[in-house]
């Protein structure tokens, strides 16, 4: 039988590949999102996830205080989870 929703991991090396408007991941709590398409619907502006673009975003998405309608927003953009061994902290086991 095989496991559902089983999501990839990503290497950070991946995510750093995907760092332009265009192409635009980001890393949060160890989970990878695909933000190219809210790009432009992003409250904050465009400007605000190309800085992120590519890399670790967490303590700044941290620092801003997002409603948990944001957290739950960002549920449809998620495509996996941040490799083990490229993980800062690493994710309860479930």
Request: glycine fraction near 6%; proline fraction near 4%; charge should be negative.
């Amino acid at each position: 039988m095989a496991e559902a929703n089983v999501q990839p991991e990503i290497t950070l090396a991946t995510v750093k590949e995907h760092n332009k408007p265009n192409d635009l991941w980001v890393v949060i709590d160890n989970k990878v999102y695909n933000l190219t398409k809210f790009r432009s619907e992003h409250p904050g502006g465009e400007e605000t996830l190309d800085d992120a673009a590519g890399r670790d975003a967490t303590k700044d998405f941290e620092d801003v205080g997002h409603s948990s309608e944001a957290r739950e927003m960002m549920k449809k953009y998620y495509i996996g989870d941040l490799a083990k061994r490229d993980r800062k902290v690493q994710l309860p086991v479930r």
